[in-house]
């Protein structure tokens, strides 16, 4: 019996006699075991970002400052936009995005980077062509949480609060997630 039910047990064994102990054992497979209560340790952190991610708050940094553990920020460009580009306007214009998409990448890299530093966090930086859903599920499994931004992927409206991106993501993942 755990601490919860003993504490429920203790608390109104006077009061109802064994009708506590009787519901706490046909509703024990609703209730949190012991291992379900524990707090997962957090090591690792990985935040993706892409030119939807404007601003970050500060509660986020708060929030994530308050594990040990070492971040991950991944800047992914879009590899279809590109291949769009090259295919629809010409292979100069590819390449042209491609050299400004990086550009806005690492400047968002280092920016976001050194306010996590300022925090105390180990910040590693990995910029590249991708899949921007697919890619994220992939390096989430060797992850402990992910922080992902709602507009991550797309921009984001009244009607539509959370990015299709963020959702398939947070579907597909196994590990804790903060949603800023």
Do not use: C, W
Not at 69 to 84: K, N, P
Not at 113 to 118: P, Q
Not at 125 to 148: C, H, P, Q, T, Y
């Amino acid at each position: 019996m755990g601490i919860y039910s003993s504490f429920i047990g203790r608390k109104f064994k006077h009061i109802a006699g064994k009708k506590y102990e009787d519901i706490i054992k046909h509703y024990r497979e609703f209730l949190l075991t012991e291992e379900e209560k524990m707090l997962p340790e957090i090591r690792s952190i990985l935040m993706p970002l892409d030119r939807y991610v404007k601003n970050i708050p500060d509660e986020v940094y708060e929030t994530v400052s308050a594990y040990d553990a070492s971040v991950l920020l991944v800047y992914i460009m879009d590899s279809e936009i590109f291949h769009l580009l090259s295919q629809t306007l010409s292979k100069e214009a590819s390449e042209e995005f491609k050299r400004r998409e990086e550009i806005v990448g690492r400047e968002m890299l280092d920016k976001i980077a050194k306010e996590l530093e300022d925090f105390g966090l180990r910040v590693q930086r990995r910029i590249f062509f991708g899949n921007k859903s697919e890619d994220i599920i992939r390096l989430a499994e060797n992850s402990d949480m992910l922080v992902i931004s709602r507009a991550y992927g797309s921009e984001i409206t009244k009607t539509s609060p959370l990015s299709p991106i963020v959702l398939k993501i947070i579907q597909h993942l196994k590990i804790p997630a903060v949603v800023y």
